[in-house]
């Protein structure tokens, strides 16, 4: 059982990276609409404050990880040209979705769209993280302010769960592949 | 009924909205004005491998964390409108979300 070196580093950053982060997003967002129905409001122990400190700050760490790896990574990989005169383009997955009308438009929505959205999402969070454990007196003073930053987490699930959608769908139709080979188990 | 009087100053977290709404529209703004200019592509084309995104997102995040820095200085100690500031962030978040779009962005461009 093998994959390649590119497979494997595509993978982590969707899979582990950005799959992680918008499940973390989506008990933040969870998490904090619950907290707007607890009648007479709940309070943290200084223990379990740390905690939802490390929670955020990871969610947001992750998120950073996975655009960070997908732009300077991941991205070069896709975009790379073929050579000229080279029919066969599996190995340059951006020039494979643009070589049929059947698949441009995972390339020309897609990844055009994904590429910039998936951005937003670590902006989003970590502004949320630091409202959320730096200025906790001033949400559960101020209402408004627990419901912008939710806005803005909810900002963040959306346009990772579209960056998600269209980097798997796409790694689907034209996959990121090459490098060397990583053998996982050997077969008897 | 009105709602108490705010004791602990709103800046800081003010501050913190309003620049995600300002790193983000700028992400989109850049995203949009690259795509339909050649020399704004070949100028943010900080890591030529990743083309203009590179740029595009170093450019964005430097403007977010710059905004972020200028207005919590500004607002450190002070109780500010948060409606109006959360109202104008969720207008630059709007904005980002539209300008990301590539259909709407191809739009804007006449491409």
């Given amino acids: ?188 | 009924m009105t709602e108490p009087e705010a004791t602990i100053p709103n800046g800081p977290a003010a501050a913190a909205i309003l620049s995600a709404g300002i790193g983000s529209c700028t992400l989109a703004v850049l995203a949009v004005a690259s795509d339909g200019s050649k020399t704004l592509t070949h100028w943010l084309s900080f890591y030529p491998p990743s083309g203009s995104l590179s740029g595009v997102t170093s450019v964005a995040v430097v403007v977010w964390l710059a905004a972020w820095l200028v207005l919590a200085r500004l607002w450190r100690h002070r109780t500010v409108n948060f409606s109006r500031i959360s109202v104008l962030s969720f207008v630059l978040l709007a904005i980002a979300l539209l300008l990301t779009f590539p259909p709407l962005a191809d739009r804007l461009l006449r491409k």
């Fill in chain 1, 1 to 188: 059982m093998q994959i390649s070196l590119r497979a494997s580093v595509t993978m982590i950053h969707g899979m582990f990276f950005g799959c992680f982060f918008m499940m973390a997003v989506f008990a933040a967002v969870v998490e904090m609409i619950a907290s707007t129905y607890t009648a007479g409001g709940f309070e943290l122990s200084a223990r379990g404050r740390s905690l939802a400190a490390i929670y955020l700050t990871l969610t947001a760490a992750l998120g950073w990880l996975a655009v960070l790896g997908g732009t300077y990574i991941v991205y070069p990989w896709y975009r790379v040209h073929p050579p000229a005169g080279i029919t066969d383009l599996t190995a340059y997955p951006q020039w494979l979705l643009l070589s049929s009308g059947a698949t441009s438009g995972w390339h020309e929505l897609g990844m055009e769209w994904k590429e910039h959205v998936a951005w937003l999402a670590p902006i989003a969070m970590t502004m949320t993280a630091y409202v959320l454990i730096a200025q906790r007196a001033a949400v559960k003073q101020c209402r408004q302010i627990r419901h912008a930053v939710l806005v803005f987490a909810c900002v963040a699930l959306v346009s990772a769960g579209i960056a998600a959608f269209f980097g798997a769908m796409i790694n689907k139709q034209a996959p990121v592949n090459g490098g060397p080979e990583i053998h996982l188990f050997s077969e008897r």
